[in-house]
């Protein structure tokens, strides 16, 4: 990681400077704040400062906000300064270390900042190949567009990929593509040049720059002005960029991985999305499923997200309940991974007893967690009560042979005639899926092939 500090005070940063450099941590000195500024434009990529209390904080973070940089800011000061600390967190640090420093205090601090949040955790076949394809193009330096619903871990697979590469101990940086200004995105890739418009007070170094060496992540690419999109290809196919009034092209290594929840291929048909720029970012596509599509992981996640949250409160680890497994099963995750990991944080907090009960699910306005999953007056929810009636008796007087025959032959419809698809899907080898459908063929069934379905084989 790295780690810059600002001040002094009278030598005791020092030692904390000594300590984060013998846990492997790359440690810049500031003086004062306009340095520290001009190192945070500088592309270096800082992931932690560590702040005299005595310096302006307040100021620091304002500037960094101003500019949109982003790096959590730590304040340090002697033991006995209780009122410097409640004044550096009021002012938005993050949190007060008090010096002399302790070096399992300072460990501590690192490992929770250095700490990535890759929580890839699953047990579902739909996500487990997602995963397996991840890993086996992480080595190489291929473009990756991940696409997926919103809330279905975009960036945690970024940054696991990026952790699986060959460029691991190198920057990460994220730029949120939707989140900022369109006048401004430009100058947040490529940096400018002190003057370059009105407010560009001094040079910045750009996304592009920062990144250089690792992994630059374009999150939501889909929400960039398609005259922006033009300049993007270039940086990408020519490996150089552009500083706002700059004098001469600057060169560039990194991988890119571009995030879309939107479909790109409809874009580009829309003229709001450029073909080429799609062709050089999607050399690779990991599409992740929406949770509704990957139930096997909804307790899987649940289960990890309640021991996360109770750990991160200090509360006592609470199982969850029968009863609140069974509705969680039900729910429909339109938020998907993001609304699960949010209804787990609030039902921690909320639970009592010895397990995490079904009364703790609540949506958050405070409303029954039941009423999104079970109305009784939708006609989504009324169509398909008949329809599981209608499923049920059409299974009655039938053989066991017969009905899996017909979930057989339609799971591979569903799947195009994919054998290795619908062998996962149905839980069973591809042998046993291949034998049992020589034995239909023979018996005179009609049986897709690959690239088919029954019902276009009818017409």
Not at 427 to 432: A, E, L
């Amino acid at each position: 990681m790295r780690l810059l500090i600002l001040g002094n005070l009278g030598g005791q940063m020092a030692s904390a400077t000594r300590m984060a450099m013998e846990r492997g941590a790359k440690v810049i000195h500031a003086d004062d704040r306009d340095t520290a500024l001009d190192v945070l434009r500088g592309g270096q990529a800082i992931d932690l400062l560590m702040v005299d209390v005595a310096e302006d904080i307040k100021g620091l973070i304002d500037a960094m906000e101003r500019e949109r940089i982003t790096a959590p800011v730590i304040a340090c000061g002697v033991k006995n300064d209780a009122d410097a600390a409640v004044r550096a967190i009021k002012n938005g640090a993050r949190e007060y270390i008090p010096l002399p420093p302790d070096p399992a205090l300072i460990a501590a601090v690192l490992a929770a900042v250095t700490a990535e949040e890759i929580d890839l955790v699953f047990q579902d076949p739909a996500m487990a190949r997602v995963i397996k394809l991840a890993e086996q193009i992480a080595p190489s330096d291929a473009s990756i567009m991940i696409t997926g619903e919103s809330g279905t871990g975009k960036e945690v697979m970024a940054r696991y990929v990026h952790a699986k590469s060959s460029r691991a101990q190198m920057p990460f940086v994220s730029v949120n593509c939707a989140a900022i200004p369109e006048h401004l995105l430009e100058s947040e890739l490529f940096g400018h040049e002190k003057g370059a418009f009105t407010g560009a007070l001094a040079r910045r170094i750009g996304k592009f720059e920062e990144a250089s060496g690792g992994t630059l992540l374009l999150d939501e690419v889909s929400e960039m002005d398609v005259r922006l999109q033009a300049k993007l290809l270039r940086a990408i196919q020519e490996q150089v960029i552009d500083r706002l009034g700059g004098s001469k092209p600057v060169p560039v290594d990194l991988r890119i991985i571009a995030t879309s929840n939107r479909d790109l291929t409809q874009a580009v048909k829309e003229g709001t999305f450029r073909e080429d720029l799609l062709f050089r970012l999607n050399v690779v596509n990991l599409a992740l499923p929406a949770l509704r599509e990957r139930p096997a992981d909804i307790l899987a996640l649940a289960d990890h997200f309640a021991k996360k949250y109770a750990k991160a409160n200090g509360f006592p680890l609470r199982p969850v309940s029968e009863a609140a497994k069974t509705r969680l099963m039900s729910a429909p995750w339109p938020g998907n991974v993001r609304e699960l990991e949010n209804t787990l944080h609030r039902a921690v907090l909320l639970a009592s007893g010895p397990e995490i009960g079904s009364d703790a699910l609540i949506t958050p306005d405070g409303a029954d967690f039941a009423a999104q999953s079970v109305q009784p007056n939708s006609s989504a929810v009324q169509k398909a009560a008949m329809t599981a009636e209608a499923v049920t008796r059409a299974l009655v007087g039938r053989t066991v042979a017969e009905v899996e025959q017909d979930l057989i032959l339609d799971t591979l419809d569903h799947c195009l005639g994919n054998r290795t698809h619908a062998a996962n899907i149905l839980g069973i080898s591809i042998r046993t899926l291949r034998n049992k459908l020589n034995d239909y063929s023979a018996q005179g069934a009609e049986v897709p092939q690959p690239g088919q379905a029954r019902t276009k084989m009818a017409g």
